[in-house]
């Protein structure tokens, strides 16, 4: 829940200011190099929340369809490589295009 809290942070504090000066101004009004490492950090914080849904899904199917199991499947060190999973795959598909 805290790696989707800061996702979604992320894109409050740095995603959207940008954007809203986007929409005001009709047009792009920050320097030009900008715009691209804004549109990923736009694309990683989007793709880091909605994965960070799935991960949380996918915790609660497990401990739904195997309750006595689940401590045993679900170790900390295993929901940290979940969570960072989902980070690096957010991170490799909004930064490796540029």
């Given amino acids: 829940l805290v790696s989707l809290f800061m996702s979604d ?3 409050g504090l740095v995603v ?3 954007a809203m000066l986007n929409q005001l101004y009709g047009r792009w009004v920050l320097r030009g190099d900008f715009c691209s490492l804004w549109a990923s950090f736009d694309v990683m914080c989007c ?3 909605i994965l960070n849904l ?3 899904s996918l915790d609660r199917y497990l401990l739904i ?5 689940y401590k045993l ?10 969570v960072l999973a989902a980070w690096a795959l957010a991170a490799l598909a ?4 540029i």
């Avoid at 499947?73 to 979940?82: F, G, K, Y």
């Avoid at 909004?94 to 295009?97: A, G, Q, V």
Wanted: aromatic share 4%; net charge positive; charged share 10%.
């Fill in 16 to 18: 959207m200011p940008p």
């Fill in 73 to 82: 499947r679900m170790t900390s060190c295993r929901a940290l490589a979940l």
């Fill in 47 to 49: 793709s880091a929340s």
């Fill in 54 to 56: 799935c991960v949380i």
């Fill in 9 to 11: 942070l992320m894109v």
């Fill in 94 to 97: 909004s930064f490796l295009p």
């Fill in 65 to 69: 369809t195997s309750p006595l199991r």
